[in-house]
């Protein structure tokens, strides 16, 4: 499989504060999606990336295929945007299953 | 926007006991998975199912697990005889919508106790 790594594994920020949160792939991937899993266990989508920028709002997400990584911005952060932040790849030629990253555990304190 | 659903929210059972776990994929997606979690580990791959048959599945997912398709909507998980260990948050999901095919939607999961 491949393997995902998530970095850092916690993060504690003041409300109001930036932040950047790294994914590393081992192997080239033909999907890339970034998950909230917010404290009732819910994972929500925040990202399709397998390449390129995109914004929504106070989030952005860049992926840079070449070279395994993708990176999801938060600005401004508020308490709301605490949880558990996954990435998730899928290589075409080990099927169509998700491998998911450990994760990086976000607090937002007011 | 559409969305997958999941029941139950939450399931105890003892343990030998079987359960089942109903999901609604998003309608017209063509491609349906299970995953789980146990709890405060990463979320893990079980089964993907197209075409009314298994497209791969983990090595988690043994003789006492089984999918099912039974009717145009729904999507289910079988646990033949649980154990402890079964414990976890069960996800589905689907994908495979024309325009969007590639994005995985997932439900808000099934938290399963086995005592």
């Known amino acids: 499989g491949i393997q995902v790594e998530q970095s850092p594994p916690d993060l504690i920020l003041q409300e109001g504060a930036n932040s950047t949160l790294r994914c590393n792939f081992s192997?080239?991937?033909?999907?890339l999606q970034w998950f909230h899993q917010n404290p009732w266990g819910q994972l929500i989508n925040l990202f399709y990336?397998?390449?390129g920028t995109k914004q929504n709002g106070r989030l952005s997400a860049t992926t840079v295929a070449t070279e395994r990584y993708s990176l999801l911005y938060i600005s401004s952060s508020q308490t709301t945007d605490s949880g558990v932040y996954f990435c998730?790849?899928?290589?075409?030629?080990?099927?169509?299953?998700?491998?998911f990253g450990t994760g990086t555990s976000l607090t937002v304190i007011p | 926007e559409p969305e997958v659903t999941q029941t139950p929210s939450h399931q105890v059972t003892q343990m030998g006991q079987e359960v089942i776990l109903r999901c609604v994929p998003i309608s017209n997606h063509l491609y349906f998975y299970w995953y789980r979690q146990i709890l405060g580990q990463k979320v893990e791959f079980l089964v993907s199912f197209y075409n009314n048959e298994i497209s791969e599945k983990s090595e988690i997912f043994d003789d006492q697990f089984s999918v099912e398709r039974p009717d145009g909507s729904n999507f289910t998980l079988k646990i033949r005889s649980t154990k402890l260990e079964d414990s976890a948050m069960y996800f589905c999901a689907s994908s495979g919508l024309a325009g969007d095919f590639e994005t995985q939607y997932f439900g808000p999961g099934t938290r399963l106790l086995v005592l």
């Open positions: 192997d080239s991937v033909n999907n």
């Open positions: 998730a790849v899928e290589r075409k030629s080990t099927g169509n299953q998700f491998y």
């Open positions: 990336i397998p390449s």
